[in-house]
């Protein structure tokens, strides 16, 4: 350090050389000196602290982040491509449920188209020789495709039940023609009305009247045929 001594004549004062940290410790001393509250002290300390907790958990949080980021984007996609397939398959059920209301009524139309066809076909292959029919007419049932208007709901269905009236030249044959028709699957519920003896042209004839119901058969007894569909190429 330079000295310059503005007063001529005046000696220099030398200072007095002593330890090099001596100001700074009692500097320090002063300072100490002046908080005498240990909380205050406390305070000081645990606010360093948390300053450098928080600091450190910062710092560590976003390295986690920074770690987690791809597998965030990972279940991203993840999750874009099941909502994908949820839309796909809500898609399908739509569709599967208008196609099965289709099918639906197709079956009912054409389980209803058939049912006089069954019946005929039944009666006839039951029918014995020397057999013959004069009536056969529906007396009730058949509101297989009905629908109540108040509430539009499908009424319950029932099978039609027909009332055939014939004539035989033997009994025997009349009652071979009540056990055939028991016997068909398409057919439930024969019940023999009447049976009386009548005289045509000189010949005494049995003249019966049946009354049956018609009965879906099950599936074994139904012959499916292929559509075949022919395309003439112009």
């Keep these: 350090m330079i000295e310059i001594n503005l007063k001529p004549g005046a000696k220099r004062q030398t200072a007095k050389s002593g330890p090099a940290f001596a100001g700074l410790k009692s500097q320090f001393a002063d300072l100490t000196s002046g908080v005498k509250d240990p909380w205050a002290i406390a305070a000081g300390v645990a606010c360093v602290a948390v300053a450098l907790g928080l600091g450190g958990l910062y710092l560590r949080t976003g390295a986690q982040r920074a770690a987690l980021e791809p597998q965030i ?40 188209r058939y049912v006089w066809p069954h019946i005929l076909d039944e009666v006839q292959s039951a029918l014995p020789e020397m057999t013959w029919l004069t009536q056969l007419a529906q007396i009730g049932g058949g509101n297989m495709t009905e629908v109540v208007a108040e509430t539009g709901e499908a009424a319950v269905p029932t099978m039609p039940v ?3 009236t014939g004539r035989t030249g033997d009994l025997q044959r009349y009652t071979a023609f009540l056990r055939q028709l028991e016997a068909s699957p398409w057919i439930e519920n024969v019940l023999p009305v009447q049976a009386k003896t009548i005289v045509d042209g000189n010949r005494a004839l049995t003249e019966f009247i049946i009354q049956a119901t018609f009965s879906q058969a099950d599936s074994s007894h139904v012959r499916t045929v292929p559509i075949l569909e022919s395309v003439v190429e112009e």
Excluded: P
Excluded at 87 to 97: G, L, N, T
């Design 73 to 112: 984007e990972e279940a991203r996609a993840e999750q874009r491509r099941y909502q994908g397939f949820l839309r796909e398959k809500r898609r399908a059920e739509s569709v599967r449920d208008s196609i099965l209301v289709q099918i639906g009524t197709i079956a009912s139309v054409d389980g209803n």
């Design 162 to 164: 027909v009332r055939i």
